[in-house]
């Protein structure tokens, strides 16, 4: 009897210690984030305060609302071309700084975003910019300088900065 009994009062324990802290560390003043679904299964984090998260405004120079960061939907994957066969496989995930509430307008052009993120990154690849130490400071300068001129020249000034937030490379077997 004490087994059976044993795994309920576990899950009651569980769901007491997890109900205290949800209590203890709610926000007292409503300081949460506002979230915004914009209805297309994306939501943007708003909020004044530049602690409240990480994808939040950032304080624009120009005096505006401020920046957002998007990122974007899917992986980029890259193959690295030998003489005859693929040698390896780059892995990139992006998301832009864009100025405040010009997000939406990043989702409606992705695919064209995307298809010249993946051109910069197929040149890239061809002069050699994923062979050897391809993380080294000034090959992700380059990188991220020709990403960023592709994506202003789909969206505009609107585009602050284009960011790699995730970069793998796998070689063949």
Sequence with gaps: ????????????????????????????????????DH???HAVVTS???????DTHKSDPHGGEGNEYVKLN?????PIMGAKRVEALVVAALSLEVSGGTSQTVYAR?????????QVMFDHANI??????????????????????????????????VLITEIARQDAA
Excluded: C, W, Y
């Design 1 to 36: 009897m004490l087994k059976k009994m044993l795994p309920i009062v576990l899950a009651l324990i569980g769901t007491g210690a997890g109900v205290g802290a949800g209590l203890f560390l709610m926000p007292a003043n409503g300081d949460a984030p506002d979230v915004a």
């Design 39 to 41: 209805g297309d299964g």
């Design 48 to 54: 004044d305060d530049p602690h409240a998260a990480a």
């Design 74 to 78: 899917n992986q980029f994957v890259i």
């Design 110 to 118: 992705e695919p064209k975003l995307r298809d010249v993120f993946l």
């Design 128 to 161: 050699g910019g994923f062979e050897g130490p391809f993380t080294s400071g000034d090959r992700m300068e380059i990188l991220r300088s020709a990403l960023l001129d592709a994506a202003r020249s789909v969206l505009g000034s609107d585009v602050q900065d």
